[in-house]
């Protein structure tokens, strides 16, 4: 069973934006962002909540916009100025309570926690200079 799915990746000019997206098949008390760059290990950057409170990581510099839409199950990721260091593997996982499985180990952003049981697959975006 599919829980999460990205959408809105691909490969733009340095400066560009692009949006993503994260369905999920069920309400998400939280999700998180995370990116993984090549080579590097994951990061999580940003962390939102059903009720819209939401942390980013310093690393964003505010060009990222987090939304989330709870009749839809969803989370949008909004990216500007994007530049080639952004470019990574960008996958969202949630904290679903519904599910009959445990939540999983903590992941904060500036101090906001979530526990996600529910991973995506991941999308690339791939920045070029």
């Known amino acids: 069973q599919v829980h999460l799915v990205e959408s809105g990746g691909g490969s733009v000019q340095a400066g560009g934006t692009l949006r993503l997206s994260c369905v999920a098949s069920?309400?998400?008390?939280?999700m998180v962002w995370f990116r993984q760059p090549p080579g590097k290990s994951r990061e999580e950057i940003v962390v939102?909540?059903?009720?819209?409170?939401?942390k980013y990581a310093d690393s964003l510099e505010g060009r990222f916009t987090a939304s989330v839409d709870n009749i839809k199950n969803s989370n949008s990721l909004q990216m500007n100025s994007l530049k080639p260091d952004d470019t990574a593997m960008y996958t969202c996982?949630?904290?679903?309570?519904?599910?009959?499985?445990?939540?999983?180990?903590?992941?904060?952003?500036?101090?906001?926690?979530?526990?996600?049981?529910?991973w995506g697959q991941g999308i690339q975006v791939t920045v070029s200079s």
């Open positions: 069920r309400h998400s008390a939280c």
């Open positions: 996982a949630a904290e679903q309570r519904a599910l009959s499985r445990p939540l999983g180990p903590p992941y904060c952003v500036n101090g906001l926690c979530c526990r996600p049981n529910a």
């Open positions: 939102i909540f059903d009720d819209g409170s939401k």
